[in-house]
T-cell receptor, first 113, second 112 residues
Framework: NAGVTQTPKFQVLKTGQSMTLQCAQD?????MYWYRQDPGMGLRLIYY???????DKGEVPNGYNVSRLNKREFSLRLESAAPSQTSVYFC????????????FGQGTRLTVV | AQSVTQLGSHVSVSEGALVLLRCNYS??????LFWYVQYPNQGLQLLLK??????LVKGINGFEAEFKKSETSFHLTKPSAHMSDAAEYFC??????????FGTGTRLQVFP
């Protein structure tokens, strides 16, 4: 009954440090997504993956890289964190194709100091 | 390109009053439209969606939304607000690919 699991839930980084946000889903979904949520800006798509082995840029990809490790897992990497990347990050998954419901993780609250 | 505009970043109602959250969309193709709700410190969950067919869509927790093509709107309503409805609500549009475009959100406060 896990759905979409994100780790970690909270993280503080210093400017210039790197880290990887992990996401796994157990619903056998084809599509996975990374969003960031900032006050007054809603959710903005960073990257998405329509199937295992494929990734595509979203609205705000700069400063991020992703890996679709297998069908279950989709990670987001910050190579050199900047204060502008302070945000809440959400991973989501869906069956894909003609759009169906997206299921969201609980989020990762990242602060870059 | 697809987009949604949510009018009003904050809406306050009294318990028992009508809830009306506004969403207008822009889409070059017949849209799929969604409303999601986010409770504090949680992820988003689907309230309801419109794909094709009946333009009045019923969702969970007594919410409903009506797709009005002529007005390019998909407003969310609930006849009687409950304290537990306090949350942030997001309208979203899909262009029938794998991507969802979200609005900026409306925070609903419910006063006793």
């Amino acid at each position: 009954n896990a759905g979409v699991t994100q780790t970690p839930k909270f993280q503080v980084l210093k400017t210039g440090q790197s880290m990887t946000l992990q996401c796994a889903q157990d619903m056998n979904h084809n599509s996975m997504y990374w969003y960031r949520q900032d006050p007054g800006m809603g959710l903005r798509l960073i990257y998405y993956s329509a199937s295992e082995g494929t990734t595509d840029k979203g609205e705000v990809p700069n400063g991020y890289n992703v890996s679709r490790l297998n069908k279950r897992e989709f990670s987001l990497r910050l190579e050199s964190a900047a204060p502008s990347q302070t945000s809440v990050y959400f991973c989501a998954s869906s069956e894909g194709g003609v759009y169906t419901e997206a299921f969201f993780g609980q989020g990762t609250r990242l602060t870059v100091v | 390109a697809q987009s949604v505009t949510q009018l009003g970043s904050h809406v306050s109602v009294s318990e028992g009053a009508l809830v009306l959250l506004r969403c207008n969309y822009s889409s070059s193709v017949p849209p799929y439209l969604f409303w999601y709700v986010q409770y504090p410190n949680q992820g988003l969950q689907l309230l309801l969606k419109y794909t094709t067919g009946a333009t009045l869509v019923k969702g969970i927790n007594g919410f409903e939304a009506e797709f009005k093509k002529s007005e390019t709107s998909f407003h969310l309503t609930k006849p009687s607000a409950h304290m537990s409805d306090a949350a942030e609500y997001f309208c979203a549009v899909s262009d029938r690919t794998d991507k969802l475009i979200f609005g900026t959100g409306t925070r609903l406060q419910v006063f006793p």
